[in-house]
């Protein structure tokens, strides 16, 4: 056996192997890096690895069997040992695996350091609050109607309007600051909350022709008045009164800001057309009753066509309201309004992100493959723009998303939920694209949130499907069960089936035989019935209507369900929708690629690697 290893070391074969082991290693390293760059499908690495597994006996039989001299290749058995070069072939061999180990490392390293497509952007720094910050929370009503809260509200934003524009200033979101309406939580925690360090709220007094506004600006650290003040005018001068205290607390922060200017636009001359328009952006904002947030953004436009806001939100309104959320109007008609009023109002007003938001993602869902790049373009345009509203970079995210690039849609994500945190929809959708990323706890992390929220049950369904096909189908009906108090009362009996039915296969074989295609059309709960059972024929039955539609393509590219997206069938939905025209001009997802089958024109994403 001595004898043995001693030849083994004379001929180099243990050099030979150990040199083969970390030059196969590299070669498979750059490929699994560069291939999935050009959509090369999955086996072609696959081949890679299996022939360098392969080539490693031979190539230790080579080693035992020649040796390379200066005349070339001789065999061992020809070369005398005064002859032998194999000292020397050795200690270059040592180099060379010196060198190769290092560029191994450095790959690691690499890997390490620079997220690949299912890496988890790095958190950035905690950074201690500015002093230049401020919140304005809901104004509370205090007028004789109750009705009139839109009233107070749309008071509060329009001084947060006026503060976004000034210079240096951080303010929270109105999302996030309108969340505590109502709320008993203390104001410094409200402030930590939402990473600020100064708070204005007040209230509304409206009867008849005369308004009484009282605000008091707050310092959150020591939980004191740094201002207070009452104006009791005519209608006619809320503008000026909107001007001087937005005034008041540039003085207040002067030391922190260094302004002390600040001018308010008057948006209309007509105050009943203002009135209708603070009382239809309030609907637009809480999506309820979004037909008499439409009526009174008609009504404002009617009033006034040269009044650029309310063309804005009467597109925005109108945009959701096509889309999907309830309404008694035929719905190709605001599909057709929105745009227009878009349009209308960037001719008023060039600035108004809502109406760049409203038109970029108009253009993108029309199914044409120009029309969704310039979409994407303009949503880009009004994420960037947008200082208080996160609409804009949530839709852009959700796009990319929908399109099936996870990795560039999850900045927008990031950055909308960093900047509003206490949104659901925010959290929600973020946890989709971790999910989408191969990262289902983060995913749940996030829904979660959404779900104590009270929010909608969606995202959590999403999640739960990829824990179940994941293998882990307890905390699937865990999770459908924190979600189930926010899926609609006549629902809940078929939910509590379906958890039943997740770790048994019969009751699943039971459960689809007793809940064919189209007994529920519109919903999205047989969706995901049909997706976690595997139930294909229900899945592509149901993919007509919204609900079900929307459920499908937004579940579509979790790594569970890479059987929906290759199936051919997936693929002619998308070509119905422009985005395999998209993706003909500006590439396929990562991992995916159009192949040819029997069964019909398909995606292959075999490369795709979760």
Same mark, same amino acid.
């Given at each position: ?18 040199l ?39 190539a ?29 072939s ?26 690949s ?23 509370v ?101 909107q ?17 002390r ?13 203002y ?23 008609e009504?404002?436009? &009617? #009033? *006034?066509?040269?009044?650029a806001? %309310?063309? !804005?939100? $009467? @597109? =925005?309104a109108?945009?959701? +309201? ?5 309404? &008694? #109007? *035929?719905?190709?008609?605001?599909? %057709?309004? !929105?745009? $227009? @009023? =878009?349009?209308?109002?960037? +001719? ?24 969704? +790049? ?52 925010n ?56 979600a ?19 770790d048994d ?89 159009p ?5 019909g ?10």
């Open positions: 056996m001595a004898d043995l290893l001693g030849e083994l070391k004379r001929r180099n074969v243990f050099r030979v192997g150990g083969y082991v970390v030059g196969a290693w590299l070669i498979v390293q750059v490929a699994e890096t560069v291939l999935p760059a050009f959509d090369v499908p999955g086996w072609v690495l696959r081949a890679i690895i299996v022939l360098l597994a392969i080539g490693f006996v031979p230790l039989v080579f080693a035992w069997l020649f040796e390379l001299t200066p005349d070339g290749l001789k065999r061992d058995t020809e070369v005398s040992p005064e002859q032998s070069m194999a000292p020397v050795g200690r270059r061999m040592d180099r060379l695996m010196l060198v190769g180990v290092l560029a191994l490392l450095g790959l690691l390293l690499v890997e390490w350091f620079w997220p497509e299912g890496a988890a952007p790095a958190l950035a720094p905690a950074v201690a609050t500015s002093d230049a910050s401020i919140a304005v929370l809901p104004f009503n205090m007028s004789p109607d109750a009705d009139n809260v839109f009233f107070a509200d749309g008071i509060a934003e329009e001084l947060l309007n006026v503060l976004v524009g000034i210079e240096g200033l951080k303010v929270a979101s109105r999302t996030s600051a309108f969340s505590f309406r109502d709320s008993a939580t203390p104001i410094p925690e409200i402030a930590r909350l939402l990473d600020v360090r100064h708070v204005l709220e007040g209230s509304v007094r409206k009867q008849g022709q005369r308004v009484r506004i009282t605000a008091q600006l707050i310092h959150a650290d020591s939980d004191t008045h740094l201002w207070s003040q009452t104006f009791e005018r005519d209608l006619t001068d809320i503008f000026r009164v001007e001087e205290i937005a005034r008041a607390i540039t003085t207040a922060l002067e030391d922190v800001l260094g302004v200017r600040v001018s308010v636009t008057q948006p209309t001359a007509d105050l009943v057309a009135e209708r328009f603070l009382r239809g952006r309030s609907g637009f904002y809480q999506r309820v009753g979004l037909d008499a947030a439409i009526d009174d953004l009504f404002a436009v &009617e #009033r *006034d066509p040269g009044f806001e %309310a063309w !804005a939100f $009467l @597109a =925005a109108s945009h959701v +309201a096509s889309a999907g959320w309830p309404t &008694e #109007r *035929d719905r190709d008609v605001l599909r %057709a309004q !929105a745009p $227009l @009023a =878009a349009d209308r109002a960037l +001719a008023l007003n060039p600035g108004l992100v809502v109406a760049l938001a409203v038109k970029g993602d108009w253009l993108f869902r029309e199914g044409d493959p120009v029309q969704m +790049a310039e979409g994407l373009r303009l949503l880009e345009q009004a994420a960037d723009r947008a200082a208080a509203d996160t609409s804009a970079r949530l839709w852009l995210g959700l796009s990319w998303l929908d399109l099936g690039f996870a990795q560039r849609a999850l900045p927008h994500l990031v950055q909308a939920q960093a900047r509003d945190p206490l949104v659901p929809i959290n929600g959708y973020l946890g989709l694209a971790h999910a989408t990323l191969g990262r289902v706890e983060e995913g749940r992390r996030l829904v979660l949130r959404a779900v104590e929220a009270s929010a909608q049950a969606f995202w959590a369904c999403v999640i739960a499907l990829e824990l179940a096909n994941g293998g882990d189908p307890a905390a699937a009906a865990d999770l459908l069960g924190a189930r108090p926010l899926v609609a009362a006549d629902d809940r009996e078929f939910l509590d089936r379906l958890i039943a039915a997740l296969a019969s009751k699943q074989t039971v459960f689809l035989a007793a809940n064919a295609p189209g007994a529920r059309q519109g919903r999205a709960l047989p969706m995901l019935a049909a997706l976690m059972f595997r139930d294909s024929g229900t899945v592509f039955g149901l993919a007509g209507p919204q609900a079900s539609y929307q459920f499908m393509t937004s579940s579509s590219w979790l790594p569970s369900l890479r059987w929906v997206r290759e199936d051919p069938r997936f693929l002619a939905l998308m070509r119905e929708r422009g985005i395999v025209g998209f993706w003909d001009m500006h590439g396929f997802p990562p991992g995916c690629r192949v040819d089958d029997p069964a024109r398909r995606l292959d994403c075999s490369g795709q690697v979760r």
